[in-house]
């Protein structure tokens, strides 16, 4: 059965079920053929342009055929979540000593922030193995293999390897977020910078428990999503697309808010 044959199944057996919500089902549909259209303008965006990511903080990043999970055309381009660009920009210009990348996924931010912080040392950790094999491939693949460590357990003993540290914490763990980063459970996080993606569409209001947890000793900055990216910097060949492609190149697959909390410390 080819690639398009499964969609179709996948599409025909979820419309069978006359049981189901027609509306939700409705829904599953259009999120299925997208994902699928969004693959099919992958395959054109990388006929095009190889797989060198376009712009953005992270541009010349040579990265890989496919992402461990979610969108990939929008990281080719450079556009991924986009609304961070302007606080990624400072983090490249910070003398981190480390970068704990939780949940580095195929290692687009690990990777991304090793080329372009060559004095910095970056920690990868990810629970799924088959990511962590394409960090580490990613790493090799950009010539910084030797400062990007890649591990899979991570727990709240693990920030004491990073107390004397200046510390940056990058956290997207689909909502696990919420257990994980407690100042009482780990004091050591008084002192980090911590850019976190808060999972609300998973757990309602994780933003609203994490910004409670750090307000004594963090400033925080709220940052919103509303999906809409500023494409001046596309390349030519992505405005001969329909408007559709272009909106689903540019789409994040993502199913509700997933805000982020910009954290520093008030006191160093």
């Known amino acids: 059965m080819s690639w398009h044959d499964d969609i179709r199944h996948q599409l025909v057996n979820n419309l069978s079920h006359e049981q189901d919500n027609p509306v939700q089902q409705l829904n599953n549909a259009l999120r299925l053929l ?12 990388t006929q095009r342009q190889g797989l060198t990511v376009h ?16 969108c ?8 991924y979540e986009q609304p961070l660009h302007e606080y990624l920009y400072q983090v490249i210009t910070t003398d981190y000593d480390a970068i704990v990348n939780i949940g580095c996924a195929e290692g687009y931010y690990a990777v991304g922030l090793a080329r372009k912080m060559p004095k910095t040392q970056v920690y990868a950790y990810d629970l799924n193995t088959a990511a962590l094999d394409a960090c580490r491939k990613l790493a090799q693949k950009n010539g910084v293999a030797d400062q990007v460590t890649v591990k899979q357990k991570f727990d709240p003993v693990t920030f004491k390897k990073f107390m004397n540290m200046k510390t940056l914490i990058i956290c997207d763990i689909e909502g696990a977020e919420e257990q994980l980063l407690d100042p009482v459970i780990s004091p050591e996080l008084i002192q980090m910078d911590i850019l976190v993606e808060a999972h609300d569409d998973l757990t309602t209001d994780i933003s609203k428990t994490l910004k409670n947890r750090f307000s004594d000793t963090h400033n925080i900055k709220l940052i919103k999503d509303n999906g809409q990216r500023n494409l001046k910097d596309m390349p030519n060949w992505f405005f001969n697309l329909a408007h559709l492609d272009q909106l689903l190149a540019v789409w994040e697959w993502r199913s509700g808010p997933t805000p982020w909390l910009i954290m520093s410390p008030m006191v160093r």
């Open 34 to 45: 997208s994902k699928h259209r969004s693959i099919l303008v992958q395959n054109t965006l």
């Open 72 to 79: 990939h055309v929008a990281k080719l381009l450079g556009c």
């Open 55 to 70: 712009h953005g903080p992270f541009a010349g990043l040579e990265f890989i055929e496919r992402s461990s999970e979610g």
